[in-house]
């Protein structure tokens, strides 16, 4: 007996092994999809981090001291420049950097949060001179992507420790 078509247990099988595979594949896609979300996601943290540093350095390279200093600000003298100040925002949770009386400039894009921003003074004055030997500025800060949801594929940070020496050029 010649018999065409598929059996209905045929049938039900290639159903079963079709799903299974459009499973994977869709798993699969999700992976890719999400491990490009997260990628985005730390290398936009990088690289705000990395222009941030880089700008506060070269501010704090190029002065000519230390006006003032607290663990959220400092104030570079300048020279015949107006003064620099760098802030911490608690609030607002950015970097922003002031030239004389203009307005603060972010540092950072609106994706990106920094927080536990700290300046600490690092001089060091021999025993006995009353001039300090070298003027460095440390700074510690946290680098997050804005994430409010917490959503896992979006979570990224990074934290950053570093010291710049004032060298009035």
Known sequence: MNRKGFTLLELILYIAL??????????????IIYGGVKTFAVR?????????IER?????????????????YIVLDNGTDPDITLRFREPENKITLQVGT???????????EVTNGIFTNLEFTYPGSSTPATENI????????????????????????????????
């Open 18 to 31: 079709i799903a299974i595979i459009l499973t994977s594949v869709t798993y699969f896609a999700w992976d």
């Open 44 to 52: 936009e943290v990088q690289q705000n981090a990395r222009f941030a």
């Open 56 to 72: 506060m350095s070269y501010e704090i390279r190029k002065s000519q001291g230390v006006v003032s200093i607290a663990t959220d």
């Open 102 to 112: 203009d307005p603060e400039q972010d540092l950072t894009t609106d994706e990106i």
């Open 138 to 169: 440390k700074m510690e800060m946290d680098f997050n992507y804005y994430n409010p949801s917490n959503q896992e594929q979006w979570l990224a940070e990074e934290h950053f420790q570093t010291s710049v020496e004032i060298k009035g050029n």
